[in-house]
Structure formats: C-alpha cells, structure tokens
C-alpha cells in the first residue's frame, strides 16, 4: 500500500511539473492567472494549497517575482528537479533481499 502511494504523488508532482513547464511553454498567461486564483482563495484554502503543493506553489511563486528571467528559470527549473528527485519511489525499484 505504502508503494502505491509512493508512486501516486510521484506520478502526480510529475504531471503537476509537466504541466507548469507546458504552461511556461505555451500560455505563460496560465501561470499568471493561476496565480492570481491561488492569491484570491481565502487564506485558509491558500495555506492548504500551498501546504500540499508546496514545490509547485514555490515554483509559482519564483515565477511570479520580478526577478530577472534567469534567475527564475534556475529556480523553478531547480525546485522540480529536487522535488522529483526526491519523490522517486526508489524502494519500488530497488532489489529485494
């Protein structure tokens, strides 16, 4: 069950961070109006997005500041690779003994 999981938010960061890249891609205005619906929630449902998604909001964030394009691109592109990395359900994978 413990496995299942694993590969459930692995699976699910993963399309998350396909789409932000697909977005950066092609509809930049999608990030920007996500943004805008993340920031217009109530703070209470703000705080659980943001709790939950926490490398993708993160990402959003970065993406959102005023930094130059470098700089966010480096950090989101940066945030999903430790995030990904991190989520790899290696014992899946890993021979048993």
């Not at 692995?10 to 399309?15: C, D, K, Q, R, Y």
């Not at 964030?61 to 990904?84: C, D, K, M, Y």
Request: charge should be negative; proline fraction near 6%.
């Amino acid at each position: 069950m413990e496995a299942l999981f694993d590969i459930g938010v692995f699976v699910l960061f993963g399309a998350l961070w396909l789409a932000f890249a697909a977005a950066l891609i092609w509809s930049q205005g999608s990030l920007d109006q996500t943004w805008t619906w993340l920031r217009s929630l109530p703070v209470i449902l703000q705080a659980v997005v943001w709790l939950l998604l926490l490398p993708v909001t993160a990402g959003l964030w970065a993406w959102e500041t005023s930094w130059p394009i470098a700089i966010r691109l480096l950090a989101v592109g940066g945030l999903a690779f430790v995030n990904i990395a991190l989520f790899f359900p290696r014992a899946v994978f890993a021979p048993q003994p």
